[in-house]
C-alpha cells in the first residue's frame, strides 16, 4: 500500500482516545486515522463525493461554450443566486 503523508489537527480529547486504544491494541495511532476515514468514506455514497458545486465546476470556465463571467457571478453558478 503507498501512503501519502497528511496533516491533520485533533481536539484534546481525540487525541488522548486514539492514543490510549493504540496502545491497548498494538496499532499506531496513524493505522487507527486510516481505518477510521476508510470506514467512514465506504459508507458515504460515491455521489456524495462529486456533489459540491465547486467540485461539479471544475473545468466549466474550460468549455468555449462556458460563462465568461464566471469570476464575477461565480455565486450564480455555485449556488443558482445572484449577490
Same mark, same amino acid.
Given at each position: @500500500?503507498?501512503? !501519502? +503523508?497528511?496533516?491533520?489537527?485533533?481536539?484534546?480529547?481525540?487525541? *488522548? +482516545?486514539i492514543r !490510549?486504544?493504540? *496502545?491497548?491494541?498494538?496499532? %499506531?495511532?496513524?493505522?487507527?486515522? *486510516? +481505518?477510521?476515514?476508510? %470506514?467512514?468514506?465506504?459508507?458515504?455514497?460515491?455521489?456524495?463525493?462529486?456533489?459540491?458545486?465547486?467540485?461539479? @465546476?471544475?473545468?466549466?470556465?474550460?468549455?468555449?461554450?462556458?460563462? !465568461?463571467?464566471a469570476a464575477?457571478?461565480?455565486?450564480?453558478?455555485?449556488?443558482?443566486?445572484? *449577490?
Amino acid at each position: @500500500m503507498s501512503l !501519502k +503523508r497528511k496533516q491533520i489537527y485533533l481536539d484534546v480529547e481525540s487525541d *488522548r +482516545r486514539i492514543r !490510549k486504544i493504540a *496502545r491497548a491494541t498494538g496499532l %499506531s495511532e496513524a493505522e487507527h486515522i *486510516r +481505518r477510521a476515514i476508510a %470506514s467512514y468514506v465506504s459508507a458515504l455514497p460515491e455521489s456524495k463525493e462529486t456533489e459540491h458545486p465547486l467540485i461539479q @465546476m471544475i473545468g466549466i470556465c474550460d468549455n468555449k461554450a462556458g460563462p !465568461k463571467d464566471a469570476a464575477i457571478h461565480h455565486d450564480k453558478y455555485l449556488y443558482g443566486k445572484k *449577490r
